[in-house]
């Protein structure tokens, strides 16, 4: 699903995008990234769907069913992959986060798209790093704003997809994760009286 009209003439998504903003109130991320040069992240959490755009790079999409039940700290709402789909370049690809309990591994994002495995998995308190078949190709934060920076690891080949994927997993579901010792210290502090 496209929540952008874009003007093919024009050939000026951020353009679109920008006027995409101020109708239906989403909120957007420009970012100038080292290696594919303007992109646009548009989230909007109330509709739940987010929307990554830029000249040089395909569009990809994440949309919630209108069922779905719905969580604040989750910026597109869930987790659970039922009420979930996505695309990259208008072609369905599969979605699957994990739960999002207790380690940062349980906040992973997979992605399958043409045969390779993308995943989004935490790795500090504020960032995650984008794996493709296994292979760090860089990292990503983002607040769950709609706001997303990216840098890529050097040496790292990264294409036009692999950068719409991250973008839209980073924005749709946030970055970042404590560590299990920190929540379990946060919970037992919780159980202490007074």
Same mark, same amino acid.
């Given at each position: 699903?496209?929540?952008?009209?874009?003007? %093919?003439? *024009?050939? #000026?998504?951020?353009?679109?995008?920008?006027?995409?903003?101020?109708?239906?109130?989403?909120?957007?991320?420009?970012?100038?990234?080292? $290696?594919?040069?303007?992109?646009?992240?548009?989230?909007?959490? !109330?509709?739940?769907?987010? !929307?990554?755009?830029?000249?040089? =790079?395909?569009?990809?999409?994440?949309?919630?069913?209108? !069922?779905? !039940?719905?969580? &604040?700290?989750?910026? =597109? /709402?869930?987790? #659970?992959?039922?009420?979930? *789909?996505?695309?990259?370049?208008?072609?369905?690809?599969?979605?699957?986060?994990?739960?999002?309990?207790? @380690? $940062?591994? *349980?906040?992973?994002?997979?992605?399958?798209?043409?045969?390779?495995?993308?995943?989004?998995?935490?790795? @500090? =308190?504020?960032? @995650?790093?984008?794996? %493709?078949?296994?292979?760090?190709?860089?990292?990503? @934060? &983002?607040?769950?704003?709609? $706001?997303?920076?990216?840098?890529?690891?050097?040496?790292?080949?990264? &294409?036009?997809?692999?950068? &719409?994927?991250?973008?839209?997993?980073?924005?749709?579901? /946030?970055?970042? /994760?404590?560590?299990?010792?920190?929540?379990? =210290?946060?919970?037992?502090?919780?159980?202490?009286?007074?």
């Amino acid at each position: 699903m496209t929540h952008v009209t874009l003007d %093919k003439d *024009s050939g #000026n998504q951020a353009d679109a995008a920008a006027e995409t903003e101020t109708e239906e109130e989403a909120p957007t991320g420009p970012v100038q990234d080292d $290696r594919f040069g303007d992109i646009t992240v548009l989230l909007n959490d !109330e509709e739940g769907w987010v !929307e990554v755009l830029g000249d040089a =790079i395909p569009p990809a999409a994440v949309d919630r069913a209108p !069922e779905a !039940e719905t969580e &604040s700290h989750i910026p =597109i /709402g869930t987790r #659970n992959g039922d009420h979930l *789909s996505m695309t990259v370049d208008g072609e369905p690809v599969a979605l699957a986060p994990a739960k999002g309990k207790l @380690s $940062r591994r *349980s906040y992973a994002v997979d992605v399958t798209r043409d045969g390779v495995a993308y995943r989004l998995v935490p790795d @500090s =308190i504020a960032g @995650s790093r984008l794996l %493709k078949d296994g292979k760090h190709l860089g990292d990503f @934060s &983002s607040d769950g704003d709609g $706001r997303v920076l990216a840098e890529w690891k050097e040496g790292a080949e990264v &294409s036009p997809a692999d950068a &719409s994927v991250g973008y839209a997993l980073a924005a749709a579901f /946030g970055t970042g /994760g404590q560590p299990m010792w920190m929540v379990a =210290i946060e919970a037992a502090a919780e159980l202490l009286p007074g």
